[in-house]
């Protein structure tokens, strides 16, 4: 029931002592994810909350079997640790910081196509599978296992559909947070395609902001999957040229406005919901 962060994952936590990790840590392990072992370089041997700490990310997969990390680490050394991620073959990265430089993203993109490694963020609240364990920072207790699949550019956002959706009887097999930022390590156009792909997902919401492409790219993806694909776009009302909250959450010379998003999954024949309350009633409507 999930895409991505399953039952076979096994985590570590890069940047392990530090206090937000710390932190992090304790709930996710609540939460009942599978978390097997941290790295902080020269703090190996060590144990934080009896998760066991090694010096390298290569000796955690050794030691550990460890094929997913989370990443809570300061965003001018957030490229290293991911890079590092990537080359010891993990299956999943997720990458907590903010204000990670572009010039870095894309790098840290290049290599994880190549590699064929998942990397989801920078600027993202993480990923939850419902019923298996979270990697990221979002509040578990929002979240029900189920069979909508959900990609957001927004945390917060997310957390508020997932409330509507459990009203309405429908739970979540996972939620990806895109992020952010201008540029993200995955595309929303790949995430579609992973849960097309995934039998325990029916529909999929996608929770997105005004800024940037990539719902406006995802639109040729929608044409070719077989689930039912709903939407929202957040920023109706914002000015132009004005920069609103994530980085990326700017529209410039009309473009990346709600409007254009909303008429190109509209073409595309995604169903987009103009009050985050509509959600649940377009679902039932796809799922019909």
């Not at 204000?99 to 993202?124: C, F, S, Y």
């Not at 309405?168 to 792909?197: I, K, M, N, R, Y």
């Not at 073409?267 to 919901?273: D, G, I, M, P, Y």
Request: proline residues 5%; contains cysteine; glycine residues 12%.
């Amino acid at each position: 029931m999930s895409i991505l962060l399953t039952k076979e994952t096994r985590a570590i936590v890069q940047g392990i002592t530090g206090r937000m990790a710390e932190i992090q840590l304790r709930w996710m392990k609540e939460y009942g994810t599978n978390l097997v072992g941290g790295v902080t370089p020269g703090k190996g041997g060590t144990y934080v909350n009896g998760v066991p700490v090694f010096d390298s990310v290569a000796e955690a997969v050794e030691k550990c079997g460890a094929n997913a990390s989370v990443i809570f680490i300061p965003a001018q050394y957030a490229k290293t640790a991911t890079l590092e991620a990537i080359d010891a073959k993990l299956d999943l990265v997720v990458m907590i910081p903010e204000h990670v430089a572009v010039k870095d993203v894309m790098e840290i993109k290049q290599r994880a196509q190549l590699k064929g490694v998942w990397v989801i963020g920078p600027n993202t609240p993480g990923i939850i599978s419902p019923g298996i364990g979270k990697l990221g920072i979002m509040p578990a207790n929002m979240f029900r296992p189920g069979r909508i699949g959900m990609i957001s550019r927004s945390g917060t956002l997310a957390y508020e559909v997932a409330g509507y959706l459990n009203e309405a009887g429908f739970g979540q097999s996972t939620l990806v947070g895109l992020g952010g930022d201008p540029v993200t390590a995955s595309s929303l156009a790949s995430l579609l395609a992973e849960f097309d792909q995934d039998s325990d997902t029916d529909a999929v919401v996608i929770v997105g902001e005004i800024g940037g492409s990539a719902e406006e790219n995802a639109s040729e993806t929608i044409k070719k999957i077989s689930k039912p694909v709903i939407a929202y776009f957040a920023g109706k009302t914002a000015p132009q040229d004005k920069k609103m909250g994530h980085a990326g959450a700017i529209i410039k010379s009309g473009q990346g406005t709600v409007e254009a998003k909303a008429a190109a999954l509209s073409a595309a024949s995604a169903l987009v919901a103009q009050r985050i309350s509509d959600i649940p009633g377009l679902v039932q409507k796809a799922l019909r």
